[in-house]
């Protein structure tokens, strides 16, 4: 399967736990996209790389997020601190600027996170 | 007020119909729009782009408004295949291209 990946699929924790999320995008795509679903929402925009380099931040994302792409391939996507209103869906997505799908956004599954 | 805005649904129509979904966006300066489809607990998929000429997909036909700052996805035919939250999908100006979506509007489609 060459799509977009996540792991965990799903993960339970307790407040106050940090958790770390990775998602593997399509291998010649240069941006990669993570987003934020809650029940009965589209999903959020929380921060975008192209390639390595971390472009933008939504004001959604706090500073207890981090997220990270060293090597411009997979990214991170860290939560310390967990709270309850953190539990949702984590939907990373990636594009390329080139070519004929120039810009189209293909996600992965998603991290169903709880937060008890 | 919401960037992206759709009818709140959820509509439960027979197979075999024709169901229409409307959406408003309040950013003028957008550039780009389309419909995803998502299925129960899974993630979104692009349906299709929209274009101010409008386009056709098979039974699925999009329409664009920017005057009217107006998006609409007709969808004939239908199937119960169909079923699942249709989003729309918009993309302003600006470096990162990320993309802002409605609420989404559930369809049923019932044998």
């Known amino acids: 399967d060459t799509g977009v990946s996540q792991d965990p699929r799903h993960k339970i924790t307790k407040r106050g736990q940090n958790v770390t999320f990775r998602c593997d995008p399509i291998?010649?795509?240069?941006?990669l996209y993570w987003y934020r679903q809650t029940l009965g929402q589209g999903p959020e925009f929380l921060t975008y790389?192209?390639?390595?380099?971390?472009?933008?931040k939504s004001r959604l994302l706090s500073d207890r997020f981090s997220a990270e792409r060293p090597k411009g391939s997979f990214s991170t996507l860290e939560i310390q601190r967990t709270e309850q209103g953190d539990s949702a869906m984590y939907l990373c997505a990636s594009s390329s600027t080139t070519g004929l799908t120039q810009e189209t956004q293909y996600f992965g599954p998603g991290t169903r996170l709880l937060v008890l | 007020r919401k960037e992206v805005e759709q009818d709140p649904g959820p509509f439960n129509v027979p197979e075999g119909a024709t169901v229409a979904f409307n959406c408003t966006y309040s950013?003028?300066?957008?550039?780009?729009f389309f419909w995803y489809r998502q299925d129960c607990r899974k993630e979104p998929k692009l349906l299709m782009s929209v274009y101010s000429s409008g386009n056709e997909d098979g039974r699925f036909t999009a329409q664009l408004n920017r005057a009217s700052q107006y998006i609409s996805l007709l969808i004939r035919d239908s199937k119960l295949s169909d079923s699942a939250t249709y989003l729309c999908?918009?993309?302003?100006?600006?470096?990162?291209?990320?993309?802002?979506f409605g609420s989404g509007t559930q369809l049923t489609v019932l044998p």
């Open positions: 790389f192209q390639n390595e380099a971390q472009l933008e």
């Open positions: 950013n003028s300066a957008s550039q780009s």
């Open positions: 999908v918009v993309i302003s100006s600006g470096s990162a291209r990320q993309l802002t």
């Open positions: 291998s010649e795509h240069n941006r």
